[in-house]
């Protein structure tokens, strides 16, 4: 009898880590126990959250800035407590957002080339949130739009220019929310949350479109999008304390698609989705594995491809955009892995023997521009990200502009000016007490007649 194995252009991708001289050493990673990946990155540099005194912090790295830092190096530091989510704006190279447990989310500015020194003031205040922040996600379409999520139970949409919370998804999470992520067309969100259920909703209407228990453990899980496929993947815990994820139709959550347990380990699992090939990527928390998953149209609809394997421990971890690939070497995905004081680029190969442009395995990828605008999305409109061929290179075009309507914040007075304010007030209040003794005698002078 033959062995009948199913055909895949990526059954033999593997995984290779750069080189130690090509990797970033000495890094004050943030100690904070919250459940975040703690790095982000887009095509020019990747931010990773400090380890600071006196507030929170995050520094943004050029890739070209190999080998070890000093720990003179210019930081990102605005925050009054401890940063917990970063994500760069799609559309914008030199735009990141951090969230924080100082409840407000913050939009940077930085300097073509990186930091020359230590940046405090940002581009735009996010202020509405009652607990600390610790999601947030752009949306994939539409320029200046992003949704965050807080330990006060809360989703909300933000037009970034204006710095307004624009929609606001609040009493349906009874729990802290764990994860966020958008659809392929940015027009549903999906949630999940420590009350074990992954929920689907809809920001514009404030509708909830569906809810499940998709796990039974307590502990942390995951939930993303599967781009063009429409389907949600969510990862968690078994009762046991097992590992395991399951594969969702967000029309009917009744029942998951798919349901592998993966493993006993402890640590939380981070989905990566490759859109273009469909290629997921599943990085554990506190061990080195990544194991690799194809997605297909038909039951059982994800196959297991490899792992790749390391001794080394990850604390976080992070997947540069497409574009960022070396298409000579058939790359089809990068990620970097972040250790307890370093950050490794994981390069995933496809075995070729030939370095030509291979267009089976590089479908068009996103171009990194905006389809809408802000006002396009909060009026309604839907719109799929660009896309643009990796044939001939990517080219970088030039950044859209960011314009923010700063909103002023209040400053505190200095004693001299509180001094005149109560004297004002006390003022106030006696000519005020004046006024209503003559009313009463006023009152009383009318009854008598």
Known sequence: ???????????????????NENCYHDLKISRNAWDGNFIAANPSYFAVCWDSAGGG???????????????????????????????????NDNLVVSVSEDCTGKVWGIPEGGLTETLETSLQTLNGHKRKIGQVRHHPSANNVLATAASDFAV????????????????????????????????????????KKVRVFDPRTNTLSGETEAHGGIKGSRVCWLGRKEKIFSVGFTKTSER????WDPKDLSKPLNRTNIDSASGVIMPFYDNDTNVLFLAGKGDGNIRYY????????????TEFKSNTPQKG???????????????????????V???????????????????????????GEFTITAADYFHGKNAEPKTVSLAHGFVKKASVEFNPTKVEEAQPMSEAELKAAVEKLTKR?????????????????????
């Open 1 to 19: 009898m033959s062995r009948i194995v199913r055909q895949s252009k990526y059954r033999h991708v593997f995984g290779t880590v750069a080189k």
């Open 57 to 91: 912090a995050f520094a943004v790295i050029p890739h070209s800035k190999t080998g070890k830092f000093e720990p003179s190096y210019p930081l990102v530091s605005g925050h009054k407590q401890s940063v917990l989510d970063l994500e760069f704006n799609p559309f």
């Open 156 to 195: 909300k949409v933000w037009d970034i220019e204006t710095g307004k919370d624009t929609l606001s998804f609040d009493a349906q999470h009874s729990d802290l929310i764990q994860s966020l992520d958008w659809n392929f067309t940015g027009s549903l969100l999906a949630t999940s949350c420590k009350d």
């Open 244 to 247: 395991e994820f399951c594969l």
């Open 294 to 305: 194809e997605l297909v149209d038909e039951a059982p609809y994800i196959y297991y491809l």
């Open 317 to 339: 971890a992070c997947a540069l955009p497409k574009r960022s690939v070396d298409v000579s070497q058939c790359e089809i995905l990068r990620i970097l892995k972040l250790g």
């Open 341 to 367: 004081k370093t950050v490794e680029p994981i390069s995933f190969n496809v075995p070729r023997k030939s370095d030509v442009f291979h267009d089976d395995i590089y479908p068009d990828c996103f171009n």
């Open 429 to 449: 209040v006696s000519y005020l007490e004046a006024e209503l003794i003559k009313k009463d005698v006023r009152i009383k002078e009318l009854e008598s007649k």
